[in-house]
Every structure is written in C-alpha cells, then in structure tokens.
C-alpha cells in the first residue's frame, strides 16, 4: 500500500501509520523523480504484520519548493540514520534533527555534493572538505579510547571513539561507511538481470537474502508469480545460509574472550557448511541460484540426500558447542548481563534480527511476511527476554534448533515435487516493489522502481545491519571496554551490508 503526501504532511501521515511503535519504521529513503517531471520525494516503509504488508508513506517535494522538511526522528527515534543518509544523499533537509552530522559522506566530499541526485554522473569524480566531528563525553578524570578504523585481520574499516572513566564505557561514537560502493547508484538504467550480479555481492554473508529481496522487488513490480519448486529451493537455500552464519557466529563470539576449544570447533563447522554450499550452488557464498522469476537450477536426489547427511552432523555439532558454552563457568561469568539491550530500546529503534529477538521482540520476516513456504513449516520467531550476549547466544542456539527442523522438511518437499517448473518469465515495464528476506543478522528489506523499459530508476537496500548498529552504542555503555570485543561479536553486525 503507497499512501501519496506533501512534504508538509509527512510527519503526520508517518505518526498515523506508526501507531506509536504498533507499526515499525523498516525503512526510509529518497528518489529524485525530476526527469519524470517531478520533484523528491521520501518514501517511510512501516511493516503492517497483521496485513502482511508495508505501507508505504510517499512525501513528495514540487520542483520549486523547500527542500527540506519537519523531521520524523524526535517521535519515531529508528529514523535518525535514515533522516542523515537522505540528508547526504539528496540534500533533503529535515528540520529540528537531533544530530545532522554527514553519515554516509565524510570529509573528502564537498558540502553542496549529492551523489543520488540525477544530476549527478555515475563516475562523477569529486574532491572537497566537509566537516566531521566524533562526539564524546567530557569532565574530569574522562578519557578517551579511539579504535580504528583500521583494524587487525581481515575486517572492513570502521572507526569507534570510547569515552571512559577508568575501564567503564560511558559512551560510544561509531563513524561506519568508509569503503561506500554507490550500489544504488551503479545498477541506475540497469535491467533487473544485469543488476542482479551486483546485489548478490553486497555481503558475502546475505547473498541469499539480498538477491531473495531484490527478486520478490522485481517480481512484485512485473506482477508475475513464482513456481512452487522454485520457492522451495529459495526458503531451502535461505535456511542453508543462516545455518551456515549462525555455526559461524557460535565459534566467532567465544573468540572475544579466547575460548579457543569452540572457536575450532565453530570453524570446523562451518568450513563444512560451506563446502556444502559449493556442492549446491557451485560457490561457497550461495550466489547464481535465485534469479528474478524463479530459480537457475535444481537440487537433484543426490544432493538431498547430501544435505541430509550434512545437517545431522551439524545438528550434533551444535549440540557439542552448546554444552560447552552451559559447562565453562568463565564464560558464563562473562556473557551474562554484559551488553544489554532493553525491549522498548529494540522496539524504539526498529531493529531486526537476533539483536531484537534476544530482547523479547519477536520481529522476524518469515512469519510476520509469509513469504516463500513458510507458512507451511510451522515456524515460529525464538525469543529471549534478558537482552545481554548470553540472550542472543541461546537465540541463535534455538534458532538452529528449528533451522534444522525446518531443513528436514523442506527436503521432504523436494522429494515430493519432481517435474515442477523453475523459472517463470518476467515481462518488462514500468512498475516497483519491495521485497523483504530474514537473513541470518535479520530482515533485509529491498525497493525497485523500474522504468517505462523495465529498468531500474531507483533501487534502495536496507540491510539488516543497518538498524541495529546504533543498538551497539547503547549495549556497550556501563561495560568495561574488554568486554566490547565480545558485545560486538554478539550481534555479529556487517560494515559492508551497509557500505552499499
């Protein structure tokens, strides 16, 4: 549902919809439509569960008007970084901001440059000066601690300024989107097919779920239906993917504190897991299979088989590293009520995933969307209440628990359904939709807007990452900085979902 306002009318419209956090804020990005004729507008996507269906608030800015508008942030609080990143991108300003400081474009980049406008060249090449200032807590016997942006291994840049006093952390300053790609304006007069190779590289991690949503983006927009075969093999590849994430996860978080027995045995794991994938898919990051209208190519009898194999082992692993996590008490000792985030916190700021399910919001896409054959397994959201790493442990735990379940299912279903088609065509034309997929991190949600040729005019990707980074900031505080390492990796958050 898109419900079309003035920029003046947009806060009202958008505080109709929201229902005082009944209806999250899932999104919220601009377009430039003036070679259409029009003006900018700024689409608020608010999830609708009991409709399952986003409701879609357009404030549309006339050609020759103000281009700015009153801001959402001060009544919807997970419209902060939507609000900057507009600001940044297009130039839209929204009055009364609680804190308008650049987000995607740091100091090399002009003032007056934004990088979504038409106007604006895909290789434009731009050298400028803006201003950016880290906030931090000040007074007496305060300090601070400044980490990156680059980091030991092989992790993506992010820089993060601790305010301490003594060991505590009073604060948390996190400056992201060092390496930004310009996805969404690279795939701008591309078809849906000649993008599709670059959505599936966002995140090595989300290629299933970012190329998931982009597919029923484009689907929605052609009007077409998938095969039944097909979205079985898309919910299969999906639970493939955040079982592979989730083993990852288990053996990444013990690493914050050198728990080296299940770091291996995590690794182990998931090398297993991912040579899995490359029977499947012919690469270890699940890519080339989903494709708008459908899916490329089957799972053969063989390799059902395969997988069953695969998961029994896994299941057992998982049963192995659990066991050691409940027998060492150290680690108990420090897992437990560190990093904290309380449920209004997770409703405030809308996020996803196992940062908001750890906290007793039960915000997951594949039941509140029902979308590929879901509905059928019997699934439902696993949910924790303490909000600390130990919560977002026993979330993944009990995620997998069902994850496997559900795998055996969706087996039974391919056995069952030999013959069936795989792939519908899709005709091109003018239209958009979204599309939303529950990745590992958590929903991943995707619009296109296709042009009178079919292709794409607009394209935005929230990733799953982006709602909850700024949750990370609000864990961390009362906790001693080396226990940041392990609140960090407890939410496992991705700089390169975001760097798009």
């Known amino acids: 549902m898109q419900q079309v306002v003035s920029s003046e009318e947009l806060l009202a419209a958008a505080l109709q919809v929201y229902e005082q956090g009944k209806h999250p804020l899932t999104a919220m990005f601009g377009r430039d439509e003036t070679l259409n004729g029009a003006g900018y507008a700024i689409y608020c996507c608010f999830e609708v569960p009991e409709k399952r269906d986003v409701h879609i608030v357009k404030g549309v800015f006339s050609a020759e008007g103000p281009l700015s508008y009153e801001s959402l942030t001060h009544a919807i609080p997970a419209a902060a970084w939507y609000e900057r990143e507009i600001h940044d991108m297009f130039g839209l300003v929204p009055e009364g901001h609680p804190d308008l400081r650049p987000l995607v474009l740091h100091e090399s980049f002009p003032e007056d440059f934004h990088p979504l406008r038409k106007s604006v060249a895909v290789n434009a090449k731009v050298r400028g000066e803006r201003k950016f200032k880290i906030r931090t807590a000040k007074g007496q016997g305060l300090f601070q601690v400044p980490v990156g942006p680059i980091h030991a291994g092989i992790i993506e840049p992010g820089h993060f300024r601790f305010?301490?006093?003594?060991?505590?952390?009073?604060?948390?300053?996190?400056?992201?989107?060092?390496?930004?790609?310009?996805?969404?304006?690279?795939?701008?007069?591309?078809?849906?097919?000649?993008?599709?190779?670059?959505?599936?590289?966002?995140?090595?991690?989300?290629?299933?779920?970012?190329?998931?949503?982009?597919?029923?983006?484009?689907?929605?927009?052609?009007?077409?239906?998938?095969?039944?075969?097909?979205?079985?093999?898309?919910?299969?590849?999906?639970?493939?993917?955040?079982?592979?994430?989730?083993?990852?996860?288990?053996?990444?978080?013990?690493?914050?504190?050198?728990?080296?027995?299940?770091?291996?045995?995590?690794?182990?794991?998931?090398?297993?897991?991912?040579?899995?994938?490359?029977?499947?898919?012919?690469?270890?990051?699940?890519?080339?299979?989903?494709?708008?209208?459908?899916?490329?190519?089957?799972?053969?009898?063989?390799?059902?088989?395969?997988?069953?194999?695969?998961?029994?082992?896994?299941?057992?692993?998982?049963?192995?590293?659990?066991?050691?996590?409940?027998?060492?008490?150290?680690?108990?000792?420090?897992?437990?009520?560190?990093?904290?985030?309380?449920?209004?916190?997770?409703?405030?700021?809308?996020?996803?995933?196992?940062?908001?399910?750890?906290?007793?919001?039960?915000?997951?896409?594949?039941?509140?969307?029902?979308?590929?054959?879901?509905?059928?397994?019997?699934?439902?959201?696993?949910?924790?209440?303490?909000?600390?790493?130990?919560?977002?442990?026993?979330?993944?735990?009990?995620?997998?628990?069902?994850?496997?379940?559900?795998?055996?299912?969706?087996?039974?279903?391919?056995?069952?359904?030999?013959?069936?088609?795989?792939?519908?065509?899709l005709t091109s034309g003018k239209g958009e939709g979204w599309g939303i997929c529950e990745s590992a991190r958590g929903s991943n949600f995707q619009y296109v807007a296709l042009d009178n040729e079919g292709r794409i005019d607009r394209l935005f990707v929230r990733s799953a990452s982006y709602p909850n980074w700024p949750a990370l900031t609000i864990a961390v505080q009362g906790d001693i900085i080396p226990d940041f390492p392990l609140i960090n990796k407890s939410f496992e958050l991705c700089y390169a979902c975001i760097d798009r």
């Open 163 to 425: 305010s301490q006093a003594g060991e505590a952390m009073l604060q948390l300053d996190a400056k992201l989107f060092f390496t930004h790609r310009g996805i969404e304006k690279a795939v701008e007069g591309k078809t849906p097919e000649e993008a599709l190779h670059i959505v599936e590289r966002i995140c090595g991690a989300c290629s299933v779920a970012n190329t998931w949503s982009f597919c029923q983006a484009v689907e929605k927009a052609a009007g077409v239906a998938v095969p039944r075969r097909a979205e079985i093999i898309r919910t299969l590849l999906s639970e493939l993917e955040r079982i592979t994430n989730h083993v990852g996860d288990l053996g990444n978080m013990p690493a914050g504190v050198g728990f080296n027995p299940a770091i291996s045995l995590g690794s182990r794991l998931k090398e297993q897991l991912m040579r899995l994938c490359e029977a499947v898919a012919g690469n270890r990051f699940l890519r080339g299979v989903i494709v708008p209208g459908g899916v490329r190519q089957d799972i053969t009898p063989e390799l059902i088989e395969h997988i069953h194999e695969v998961m029994d082992a896994t299941a057992q692993g998982v049963e192995d590293l659990a066991a050691m996590f409940r027998e060492q008490e150290n680690f108990q000792n420090r897992v437990r009520t560190t990093g904290i985030i309380r449920n209004q916190t997770a409703k405030d700021l809308a996020m996803v995933g196992i940062g908001a399910r750890a906290s007793g919001y039960a915000h997951d896409s594949r039941k509140d969307f029902a979308y590929g054959v879901y509905p059928e397994l019997g699934f439902e959201p696993y949910t924790m209440t303490m909000g600390d790493v130990a919560a977002r442990l026993l979330v993944r735990i009990g995620e997998l628990s069902a994850s496997f379940e559900m795998m055996d299912k969706l087996l039974d279903m391919l056995r069952n359904c030999h013959g069936m088609e795989l792939k519908v065509e």
